[in-house]
């Protein structure tokens, strides 16, 4: 049964409409970051700045060590990304290939974890990483994040193992392969682009990440760049307005290339769960 023509007008416009509302604050941040102070203070904004500049960004870089908190950020995201997927791939294909009790008992706590919220997690954390003494420290954050990323790691990674025909394993043990062997040539190939997916989303998380990292990082040479962002207000909450719009949209960049790049194969993953072998 085919939509009608009004039917589809109005789910386009209901999808335009839904694109301009998230686009919004991007484009009101890009148009901020470019506008000089004259034109930030005006009774009467504008969408296209009237005398673009580029003074924002250099007094955003001369006021806040950005490349070095982009650095930790880096570092952080990276080392969270890597450890989580190196964790959840052997997990996950346990979790997918075995229908125990034990492994439903496993997806069911992974799907109740991400209802908890970061204010019941942050107090035990902090604990934990006191005893260890990692306070204030990138690897006691990088620990955090890897922690706070498995559970999604490992449902993700799941749906790709089960989207893995088993007979193809089979198959390759009946010609001789072994065990090992069959993970490493005929299993890991096809799920490379699920891992490659896990970790750029574990890794974008991690870059975006605010409230572990204003918790647990004290020293300002320590600090991540999404810290580092809330320097430019002030003491009576007064913002910086320029640079901190400057900032802020450098900051938002390698999120955006780095989702653009793999969204589809996060959908994929999500659709791949999805499907029962």
Known sequence: MRTSTPAR????TALLAYLVFLAFPFLWLVSTAFKPPRELGSLHPTWIPKD???ANFRQAFDEQPLLHAALNSLLAALAAAGIAVLIATPMAY?????RTRLAKAVTGWV??????????LIIPLFLVLKNLRMIN????????????????????LAGYVRAVPPELEEAATV????????????????????IVATALFAFITAWNEFFFALVLLKTPEKQTLPVVLTH???????????????AAFLATLPSLVVFALIQRRITGGMLSGAVKS
């Open 9 to 12: 007008v109005g789910q386009y």
């Open 52 to 54: 673009p500049t580029l």
């Open 94 to 98: 346990v979790v997918a290939r075995r």
């Open 111 to 120: 799907v109740v974890s991400q209802a908890f919220p970061f204010v019941l």
């Open 137 to 156: 420290s990138v690897p006691g954050l990088v620990l955090v994040y890897v922690v706070w990323a498995l559970p999604f790691a490992l449902w993700m």
């Open 175 to 194: 010609d001789g392969a072994g065990r090992v062997r069959t993970l490493v040539s005929v299993t890991a190939p096809l799920l490379a682009p699920g």
């Open 232 to 246: 430019f207000i002030g003491a009576e909450g007064v913002a910086d307005l320029g640079p901190l719009a400057a």
